[in-house]
């Protein structure tokens, strides 16, 4: 089944406004692993998800190897916010400070005087 560029990114919006998240796990010799992940909200969409999944993906490597391949060059935070339109957008995990460090080198200088 050949796809179009603009039917593949309806394809990866539906699946994902169905509860779908898709994640690209680069592998050794180069090519890349699409996983795709259903969230709690994705049950009720179970018969319509499993359709289009077998569909269109199943039977179809090279129809995944170019969703894997768009994913992988879309930014990251494009497929995150799925869902209610009211919902905060989930803001992307931050770094800890490094407060804990300084304190530590701290009290190691202490009892070094």
Known sequence: MKMLEPDL???VEELEALGVRFTVVPRLDGSLRLN??????????????????AE???NAPEVAARIGQWISTRPADAGVSRGDPGAPARSPRQPKARQKSVK???DVHRTES
């Open 104 to 106: 530590r080198q701290r």
């Open 36 to 53: 795709t992940w259903r969230m709690q909200e994705s049950w009720l969409n179970r018969d319509r998800i499993n359709q289009l999944l």
């Open 9 to 11: 990114v309806a394809l």
């Open 56 to 58: 269109r993906l199943e």
